[in-house]
């Protein structure tokens, strides 16, 4: 197995019951996870993740890939959270880094709604590049998380349920 470079790195941060498709992550590089614990709440979450960021990779290594896993709440408090968690990561991202909210492909209107305003928000590079974008599953595709996908629940071919 070919040792892992520090020039991708990937930090994937899950809310709580959040899915996403694992065709997002490179298989080179370093990834870490953090997920949402239980009853931790959503700024509780991105105060916490916040300071993993920081100590996730070794000292002076830039993340390339940043992924939030996205429940779909879409109350003022997982909002703030979501905003909270964007400038804490675009600020740890290297130049050509990204940002992907992504969530299962059955998200509400409202939830999407909201989730692209939070995108634009952030997204205002000016170099026509997109930094930040918003994902949701696969076209067409159903995605399952949360304990029923312990339970035998069948996933999309590339999707890779993650369960906090």
Do not use: Y
Not at 35 to 64: I, K, N, Y
Not at 94 to 119: I, N, Y
Not at 127 to 144: D, N, P, Q
């Amino acid at each position: 197995m070919a040792p892992k470079s520090l020039h991708q790195t990937s930090l994937v941060l899950v809310e709580l019951g959040a899915a996403w498709p694992s065709a997002l992550l490179t298989e080179a590089g370093i990834c870490r996870v953090l997920a949402e614990a239980e009853g931790e709440g959503p700024l509780a979450f991105a105060a916490r993740a916040e300071d993993f960021a920081v100590s996730a990779f070794p000292r002076g290594t830039e993340v390339t890939h940043a992924l939030v896993a996205c429940n779909q709440r879409a109350d003022e408090t997982a909002e703030a959270a979501r905003r909270a968690l964007a400038a804490s990561l675009l600020a740890r991202l290297a130049g050509q880094g990204t940002l992907v909210f992504a969530a299962s492909d059955d998200a509400s209107d409202r939830f999407r709604r909201r989730l692209f305003a939070l995108v634009a928000d952030f997204d205002k590079t000016g170099s026509g590049e997109r930094r930040v974008r918003a994902l949701f599953g696969e076209e067409g595709r159903r995605t399952a998380s949360g304990p029923a996908t312990s339970d035998g629940a069948t996933l999309a071919k590339g999707i890779v349920s993650r369960v906090a």
